[in-house]
């Protein structure tokens, strides 16, 4: 028992040497969900501060894969008693798509508590190849499929019908170039404990909504940043936002985060994070497309001196308004202009 308390005790309460570098950050990412992937949204960030005229990029890739069919009751209890073959009804195919999504960041610190950055990337829209994996790994689990194994599997379908008169539309394979984001992140208070920040963005809409790699309209977004860190090995990391669609009828969308941080070394931690977005768009016959997107992440962050690799799953269990999941892997670096 004595042995037990000393060790609760370390852990606890005897911060380690450098122990402030052993924080890295919640899982950052950009949201790969149709319909509101097409607008500005708010990746997880970290409120700290950082050093002055520090250079920073990061390369990430995403894989999604989604789908959802809208069948009423009958018509789908008709569909799975016929034992037909695998068959696609495309009038009531709401979402069917892999999404291969690639990204580059470059940010920059004029001040130690000024950050601007600007990301861009690249869309790949396909029936892709998943379908018959997930089914399988479903199966061998005894999960749901939730109506997958009567379709047509690596199919490329969207058609998302919503009152705000917004066409998503995408029936063949597409690349297309997405928006670009302008950001500025100012740290305006901060301790040992806390930070707090404020962050504002601009999207620039280099993206279209014919490939839905864009809304066509530019957004604005602001944003507060909290984090606190109550133990050396626990940072816990806050955030809530709000998003301005600029094409006259998309509403405004909230995006909010909560995510745990454990690090007990300084070159790995596991990152637990909760994410939720709501929507820009309504309809009143399909009323899901208006609940927000819950999203549950789990992922690790491994650092060593400048450089940071990321890897998170993503999966929406509550309200299934995100992708069915999404992989995402992340490199960065960080180059100090200037020596401290």
Do not use: C
């Amino acid at each position: 028992m004595k042995t037990l308390n000393r060790i609760l005790f370390v852990l606890l309460f005897i911060p380690a040497l450098h122990a402030q570098d052993f924080y890295k950050g919640p899982l950052y990412g950009k949201n790969q969900f149709i319909p509101q992937m097409i607008y500005y949204n708010f990746p997880a960030t970290s409120a700290r501060s950082g050093n002055a005229f520090d250079l920073e990029y990061h390369v990430a890739t995403y894989l999604s894969n989604d789908v959802m069919f809208q069948l009423d009751e009958k018509e789908y209890d008709k569909f799975i008693k016929s034992n037909a073959p695998r068959s696609y009804p495309k009038k009531n195919v709401v979402r069917d798509n892999e999404l291969w999504s690639n990204e580059v960041e470059v940010s920059f610190r004029p001040l130690s508590e000024l950050q601007i950055g600007t990301n861009l990337r690249v869309l790949s829209y396909s029936g892709g190849f998943l379908d018959p994996i997930i089914e399988g790994f479903h199966g061998i689990f005894h999960f749901p499929n939730a109506g997958r194994d009567y379709f047509l599997q690596n199919q490329l379908y969207v058609n998302i019908p919503n009152d705000n008169g917004v066409p998503l539309f995408l029936d063949k394979p597409t690349v297309a170039f997405g928006d670009i984001d302008l950001w500025a992140k100012y740290t305006f208070w901060e301790n040992k404990l806390w930070s707090l920040a404020a962050m504002g963005a601009f999207k620039i809409p280099t993206g279209r909504l014919a490939t839905l790699s864009g809304s066509g309209y530019p957004d604005i977004g602001a944003a507060m940043l909290a984090d606190v860190r109550p133990l050396w090995w626990l940072a816990l990391y806050m955030q809530a936002g709000l998003v301005v669609p600029f094409d006259g009828r998309s509403y405004p969308m909230f995006n909010g985060v909560a995510a745990a941080e454990f690090s007990l070394s300084e070159l790995f931690s596991l990152n637990a994070q909760f994410n939720i977005k709501t929507s820009a768009l309504s309809h009143k016959t399909i009323k899901r497309i208006a609940l927000p997107q819950t999203n549950f992440l789990f992922g690790f962050i491994f650092r060593h001196r400048q450089f940071t690799w990321q890897f998170y799953m993503e999966e929406d269990p509550f309200t299934y308004q995100g992708t069915d999941f999404t992989w995402n892997l992340m490199f960065s670096h960080k180059i100090p202009l200037q020596k401290n």
